[in-house]
């Protein structure tokens, strides 16, 4: 039964229970909060089909997170995922694989969406909420913007879109994540440098690039400057300047500070 199906006691009621004013003893009955069953309350069915595993593993993590439960991964491999509820004795579970060995796409075989453990299970802090999942949730907010919302900001969203209580610290990971998949790593945006600087030279006439590298093809330093900026520098007062600051993240480069009056 569900806990919440029972009803507030008053005062008075629970001075007749527990015998208040008596030395006799009394028997309380105890609540059992095992025999209580509730639904996923998640769209899945037998038969439905997901393009790649991966984007199933991502429903049934939302779906996790969402419900406040968690499963456990009983046989998974390239194609076959079965999945069951942290409590071996509830009855939900999950069977699905691929529609074909060649194919990547999966189809859940058997799907039972009742859960029949007990409520004291049911917990916000579950292993599904891990940073990568909390990381894709989150992405489409740090899209066409500066900064988007900090780690207490996911913490937020966790919590108020998820349901999942999370750490300060999984929550700048999962951050980290979303700038990852919208923005790209460092080592992706330094990949990209040549055809980039490709672009700026033949969309603007005159143009200079140069991107300096090491004995082992690591990134050492770059060079820009615009032919606009290049034509425009003899009008102007010959005064060059090269300031200094502190850049920020996994990737080091320096700094670098002198002025000099030609």
């Not at 080592?187 to 055809?195: C, K």
Request: glycine letters at 8%.
């Amino acid at each position: 039964r569900d806990l919440h199906s029972f009803p507030t006691r008053r005062s008075s009621d629970l001075n007749a229970v527990t015998g208040a004013g008596s030395d006799e003893p009394v028997n309380v009955p105890t609540i059992e909060a095992s025999d209580s069953t509730f639904s996923d309350g998640s769209d899945l069915h037998e038969g439905k089909y997901f393009n790649t595993k991966k984007d199933l593993k991502r429903k049934l993590s939302d779906i996790a997170m969402k419900g406040n439960f968690e499963f456990r991964t009983r046989k998974s491999n390239r194609s076959l995922w079965v999945i069951e509820c942290i409590d071996p004795n509830c009855s939900w579970r999950l069977r699905a694989s691929k529609i074909v060995p060649e194919s990547t796409k999966f189809v859940i075989r058997k799907y039972v969406g009742v859960h029949s453990c007990s409520l004291l299970n049911r917990n916000a802090n579950h292993r599904q909420a891990t940073y990568v999942v909390i990381g894709e949730q989150v992405a489409p907010q740090y899209v066409g913007v500066e900064k988007g919302p900090g780690p207490k900001g996911v913490q937020t969203f966790a919590r108020t879109e998820l349901g999942a209580q999370i750490s300060y610290y999984k929550a700048w990971r999962g951050r980290k994540h979303a700038h990852t998949l919208i923005r790209g790593s460092p080592e992706q945006s330094f990949h990209i440098l040549p055809s980039y600087f490709h672009m700026l030279e033949k969309l603007n006439p005159g143009t200079v690039t140069r991107i300096e590298v090491d004995g082992e093809s690591r990134f050492k330093y770059l060079f820009l400057a615009f032919g606009v900026a290049i034509r425009g520098f003899r009008y102007m007062r010959k005064v060059v300047g090269i300031d200094g600051t502190f850049l920020k993240g996994s990737v080091q480069i320096g700094r670098a500070s002198c002025r000099e009056r030609v």
